[in-house]
């Protein structure tokens, strides 16, 4: 069975920085696009950025320039760099692995 967890969150001040990790337990292939999404409270769930298998990447017009997306296939892991984080940042962050989604983790940016 899949498990996605994703881990890193909390409070920052704006112009901070925080890492989102978010790591795959049971079956992983390194095929398999994965991304982050955010929800910010009364809005619809957004894709932030998304890394592909062969190490391209696309983000959210707003986050181009601050966020960085990686990932490491050998621990199963894929990471969210924030810097130059804003008050519009605030929101839990999913990891999603094809299919699979994690439980979220919030992130909150406030001064």
């Known amino acids: 069975q899949v498990q996605v967890v994703e881990s890193g969150g909390g409070l920052a001040h704006p112009g901070g920085s925080l890492t989102l990790s978010c790591a795959v337990s049971?079956?992983?292939?390194?095929?398999?696009?994965m991304a982050w999404y955010r929800q910010a409270p009364g809005k619809q769930r957004e894709l932030v950025a998304r890394i592909f298998a062969g190490g391209a990447t696309n983000y959210e017009e707003s986050v181009k320039g601050r966020f960085t997306i990686s990932r490491d296939n050998a621990k199963n892991s894929v990471y969210l760099q924030m810097n130059s984080l804003k008050s519009e940042d605030t929101a839990v962050y999913y990891c999603d692995y094809g299919v699979f989604w994690g439980q979220g983790t919030q992130v909150t940016v406030s001064s």
């Open positions: 049971g079956m992983f292939s390194e095929t398999i696009a």
